[in-house]
């Protein structure tokens, strides 16, 4: 329950810190932190408008989206406590119940008959493809090192104790990092502020969404962001006390927010060719994860 907590308060003020960084970059005072949930509770306040070419998959889909990146919440772990959901393989669960959301997102653009929604779709499913097996070799990798396979019980039995050990642990927070980018369609993938349908992928799906479906499909991109930052931060608090593990959760989100914010004013989105190929790059990273865990565990051969 900690976990869960703890992460909505996060995704408060996550795309806010984002925003700000970026303001801050460009030379510009920029809003207040709270104020991209100010929006959200503006639009969660309006009614929604359905084309009448869609049916109801459209009407239920940001739903289901939202409520899955909920459930997948209730798996993650908060230092020495479990979370909402635990059991063995349940990072499987937490890969698969993202990707339910994600398919019903998919179909809600296509259920549209708009062809620059289709596009977006077609997209989106594409660099989901490409990003899960960088996850599960990751995952994987850690559970072969920690001989469980809980996120509960890998980040409690992940002890670095040599200099690979620390190197694989700055490349998985590296993959982790480049994820939660891609899964919430950020910069290079994406941009978020982009306007031309030709080059968009998420926001180019959720054109017909408006009032209170939009509202939840921005802020389940907030808590996205906020649940990768959780994973990051169960690297380093799992063996500490317990009131130090709060102020450094929020600390390792206050430090990824900004991270975000910095590497999106400071980088040039990819040409859309180019994608795929920085996508399935970070399947290698995980591979070399992989084969790092072996060395560590003396069975590289």
Known sequence: MISFVVIILASLFFSGII??????????????????MKDIFRLLKKGSVYSETSSFVFQIAPSIYFASVLMAIMVIPFGKSEGIISFD??????????ALGKFFSIISAMDTGSSFEGMGASREALYSLL????????????????????????????????YVAYALGCLATFVLIMIAMIENSRMPIDDPKTHLELTMIHEV????????????ILHASNLKFAMYGALIANFFIDTLPF???IPIFFAVQLIFAVAVGVFESFSARFRMNHNAQFIFALTSIALLIFFGVL???GKFI
């Open 19 to 36: 925003v700000r960084t970026k303001s801050i970059a460009s030379g510009r005072k920029g809003p207040g932190i709270f104020q991209p």
């Open 243 to 245: 009131y130090l593990t």
């Open 131 to 162: 990003v899960e097996p960088a996850f599960f070799i990751l995952m994987g990798s850690f559970a072969l090192f920690t001989g469980h396979t809980s996120f509960h019980d890998i980040f409690i039995s992940l002890h670095f104790g040599s």
């Open 205 to 216: 799906m959720i054109l017909d969404n408006s009032g209170f479906d939009l509202g939840l």
């Open 295 to 297: 060395m560590v565990i």
């Open 89 to 98: 393989g349940d990072f499987i669960f937490f890969a698969y119940i993202l």
